[in-house]
């Protein structure tokens, strides 16, 4: 694993732990950060880091709090506050 992929990896897991506390703002900047270090280095970023954000707005998505997650036909589809949808077909 290179220095960006474990950069990109520990900057999701600190978006993930701002969001729990409710940081909202300091998840949506390790995002955004973590999305900037991917392009740099043209590495894909993670499923789960894909799924769990918001790309309009950046947001450290959670479900029941910022997110709407339902499913339909075959798709979940993810709602943020922000009006930004996501479908990924079930796994």
């Not at 392009?39 to 029941?64: I, K, Y």
């Amino acid at each position: 694993m290179t220095v960006a992929e474990e950069r990109v990896q520990r900057l999701h897991e600190l978006a993930r732990e701002a969001a729990a506390a409710c940081h909202d703002e300091r998840a949506k900047r390790y995002v955004r950060r973590a999305r900037r270090v991917a392009e740099r280095h043209r590495l894909s970023l993670p499923r789960e880091f894909e799924r769990f954000t918001c790309d309009r707005c950046d947001a450290a998505l959670r479900p029941g709090k910022n997110a709407r997650v339902r499913l339909q036909d075959g798709h979940v589809v993810v709602t943020c506050d922000c009006g930004n949808q996501a479908r990924y077909p079930y796994d």
